[in-house]
T-cell receptor
């Protein structure tokens, strides 16, 4: 079943502002998390990943925060640009079980207002 | 460096038919994973192949199968197509597989009529 999700389906921010996209996961055994960006008509594009032994990881204009206590993952995008408009997916790797693979959330549509 | 290539980009099939989709990973990548994306269910993992062996499998019926060749290219087959199989099928390649960065292709849009 769906173990990653519960998020705002659409998030609208002003160009230049920071945006935060949230994601909740339910499996405390998950040990790897990824954020993907998907633009219309394209496949998902890797943004950043984080392992469960970390609580923060930074990339270029993006930061992922992992709070294992409340099983929450967030993606922060600094100084948003028009090109950041896309659907953002979080995914977790649930070790073991019948399908040892990535489980994706339904996604959050980020809209950048000019 | 060429990205992940999926062919065909678009496909229309009739219920009951079978279909084969192809994925060419990034050169040097040995892991290929397949996903189904639909508006209702989102992205769902189908299976992963690594060095010609299926390493992981999602919760899909046996009508969905795949294989990987010695050059890491992978094919996915769906037999006895159903209307609900209409979806975007995505392939992702990575160097080592799970828990490492994966690169997606643009997908094959399958419509079953």
């Amino acid at each position: 079943g769906e173990s990653v999700g519960l998020h705002l389906p659409t998030l609208s921010v002003q160009e230049g502002d920071n945006s935060i996209i949230n994601c909740a996961y339910s499996n405390s055994a998950s040990d790897y998390f990824i954020w993907y960006k998907q633009e219309s008509g394209k496949g998902p594009q890797f943004i950043i990943d984080i392992r469960s032994n970390m609580d923060k990881r930074q990339g270029q204009r993006v930061t992922v925060l992992l709070n294992k206590t409340v099983k929450h993952l967030s993606l922060q995008i600094a100084a948003t640009q028009p090109g950041d408009s896309a659907v953002y997916f979080c995914a977790e790797n649930e070790p073991g079980g019948g399908a040892d693979g990535l489980t994706f959330g339904k996604g959050t549509h980020l809209i950048i207002q000019p | 460096k060429a990205g992940v290539t999926q062919t065909p980009r678009y496909l229309i099939k009739t219920r009951g038919q079978q279909v084969t989709l192809s994925c060419s990973p990034i050169s040097g990548h040995r892991s290929v994973s397949w996903y189904q994306q639909t508006p209702g269910q989102g992205l769902q993992f189908l299976f992963e192949y690594f060095s010609e062996t299926q390493r992981n499998k999602g919760n899909f019926p046996g009508r969905f199968s795949g294989r990987q060749f010695s050059n890491s290219r992978s094919e996915m087959n769906v037999s006895t197509l159903e209307l609900g199989d209409s979806a975007l099928y995505l392939c992702a390649s990575s160097f080592r597989g799970w828990k490492t960065e994966a690169f997606f292709g643009q997908g094959t849009r399958l419509t079953v009529v």
